[in-house]
Nanobody, 124 residues
Protein backbone atom coordinates (compact mmCIF):
# COMPACT_ATOMS: atom_id res chain seq x y z
CA UNK A 1 0.00 0.00 0.00
CA UNK A 2 1.40 3.35 -1.05
CA UNK A 3 1.65 5.96 1.67
CA UNK A 4 2.87 9.53 1.51
CA UNK A 5 3.16 11.20 4.87
CA UNK A 6 3.85 14.91 5.17
CA UNK A 7 5.34 16.56 8.23
CA UNK A 8 6.92 19.85 9.24
CA UNK A 9 3.95 22.16 9.00
CA UNK A 10 3.06 24.57 11.73
CA UNK A 11 2.73 28.20 12.69
CA UNK A 12 5.43 30.64 11.62
CA UNK A 13 5.72 34.41 11.53
CA UNK A 14 5.83 36.23 8.23
CA UNK A 15 9.39 36.25 6.93
CA UNK A 16 10.19 32.98 8.64
CA UNK A 17 11.04 29.56 7.25
CA UNK A 18 9.73 26.03 7.39
CA UNK A 19 10.91 22.77 5.92
CA UNK A 20 8.29 20.25 4.96
CA UNK A 21 9.08 16.58 4.56
CA UNK A 22 7.20 13.84 2.79
CA UNK A 23 8.12 10.25 3.55
CA UNK A 24 7.03 7.69 0.99
CA UNK A 25 6.48 3.99 1.42
CA UNK A 26 5.04 1.18 -0.66
CA UNK A 27 6.43 2.40 -3.97
CA UNK A 28 9.72 2.45 -5.80
CA UNK A 29 10.42 6.00 -4.75
CA UNK A 30 13.37 6.63 -7.06
CA UNK A 31 11.14 5.88 -10.03
CA UNK A 32 8.66 8.65 -9.26
CA UNK A 33 8.59 12.35 -9.87
CA UNK A 34 7.43 14.14 -6.74
CA UNK A 35 5.60 17.38 -6.22
CA UNK A 36 4.15 19.70 -3.65
CA UNK A 37 0.76 21.33 -4.01
CA UNK A 38 -1.14 23.53 -1.62
CA UNK A 39 -4.74 24.43 -1.02
CA UNK A 40 -6.09 27.33 0.97
CA UNK A 41 -9.72 27.49 2.14
CA UNK A 42 -12.04 28.36 -0.72
CA UNK A 43 -9.29 28.11 -3.31
CA UNK A 44 -8.26 25.53 -5.87
CA UNK A 45 -5.32 23.24 -5.32
CA UNK A 46 -2.22 25.07 -6.49
CA UNK A 47 1.04 23.71 -7.85
CA UNK A 48 4.04 24.68 -5.74
CA UNK A 49 7.05 22.66 -6.91
CA UNK A 50 8.09 19.41 -8.54
CA UNK A 51 11.26 17.37 -8.79
CA UNK A 52 12.28 14.62 -11.16
CA UNK A 53 13.12 11.11 -10.02
CA UNK A 54 16.83 11.88 -10.13
CA UNK A 55 16.54 15.30 -8.52
CA UNK A 56 18.27 16.91 -11.50
CA UNK A 57 15.18 18.72 -12.76
CA UNK A 58 12.88 20.95 -10.78
CA UNK A 59 9.96 23.24 -11.51
CA UNK A 60 8.31 25.88 -9.40
CA UNK A 61 5.02 27.69 -9.43
CA UNK A 62 5.15 31.46 -9.67
CA UNK A 63 4.43 31.91 -5.97
CA UNK A 64 7.36 29.70 -5.01
CA UNK A 65 10.07 30.94 -7.33
CA UNK A 66 12.99 32.49 -5.51
CA UNK A 67 11.68 31.57 -2.06
CA UNK A 68 11.15 27.80 -2.02
CA UNK A 69 13.42 24.92 -2.91
CA UNK A 70 12.56 21.29 -3.46
CA UNK A 71 14.90 18.39 -2.93
CA UNK A 72 14.80 14.66 -2.41
CA UNK A 73 16.81 11.91 -0.78
CA UNK A 74 16.19 8.64 -2.58
CA UNK A 75 18.06 6.74 0.12
CA UNK A 76 15.44 7.92 2.62
CA UNK A 77 12.42 7.85 0.30
CA UNK A 78 11.79 11.45 1.26
CA UNK A 79 11.10 14.69 -0.57
CA UNK A 80 11.54 18.09 1.06
CA UNK A 81 10.17 21.57 0.54
CA UNK A 82 12.24 24.36 2.07
CA UNK A 83 10.14 27.49 2.36
CA UNK A 84 11.79 30.81 3.11
CA UNK A 85 10.46 34.37 3.38
CA UNK A 86 7.01 33.06 4.15
CA UNK A 87 4.04 35.36 3.66
CA UNK A 88 0.51 35.19 5.03
CA UNK A 89 -0.76 34.16 1.59
CA UNK A 90 1.42 31.04 1.78
CA UNK A 91 -0.89 29.69 4.47
CA UNK A 92 -2.53 26.49 3.23
CA UNK A 93 -2.59 22.76 3.56
CA UNK A 94 0.46 21.45 1.73
CA UNK A 95 0.25 18.09 -0.02
CA UNK A 96 2.93 15.95 -1.55
CA UNK A 97 2.18 13.85 -4.58
CA UNK A 98 3.89 11.13 -6.60
CA UNK A 99 3.81 10.56 -10.35
CA UNK A 100 5.24 7.50 -12.05
CA UNK A 101 5.53 9.41 -15.32
CA UNK A 102 8.82 10.76 -16.53
CA UNK A 103 7.91 14.41 -16.94
CA UNK A 104 7.37 17.12 -14.37
CA UNK A 105 3.80 18.25 -14.33
CA UNK A 106 1.95 21.16 -12.79
CA UNK A 107 -1.41 19.44 -13.16
CA UNK A 108 -2.72 17.75 -10.05
CA UNK A 109 -4.61 15.23 -12.19
CA UNK A 110 -1.27 13.84 -13.38
CA UNK A 111 -0.29 12.54 -9.97
CA UNK A 112 -1.04 9.01 -8.90
CA UNK A 113 -0.67 9.21 -5.15
CA UNK A 114 -1.29 11.89 -2.55
CA UNK A 115 -0.56 12.46 1.08
CA UNK A 116 -3.03 13.69 3.68
CA UNK A 117 -1.46 17.13 3.90
CA UNK A 118 0.18 19.28 6.53
CA UNK A 119 -1.10 22.66 7.65
CA UNK A 120 1.07 25.75 7.27
CA UNK A 121 -0.07 28.91 9.03
CA UNK A 122 1.73 32.22 8.61
CA UNK A 123 1.04 35.06 11.01
CA UNK A 124 1.48 38.66 9.94
Amino acid sequence: QVQLKESGGGLVQAGGSLRLSCAASGLSFSGYSMAWFRQAPGKEREFVAAISWSGRSTDFGDSAKGRFTISRDNTKNTVYLQMNSLRPDDAAVYYCAADRGGFLSRRHSTYDYWGQGTQVTVSS
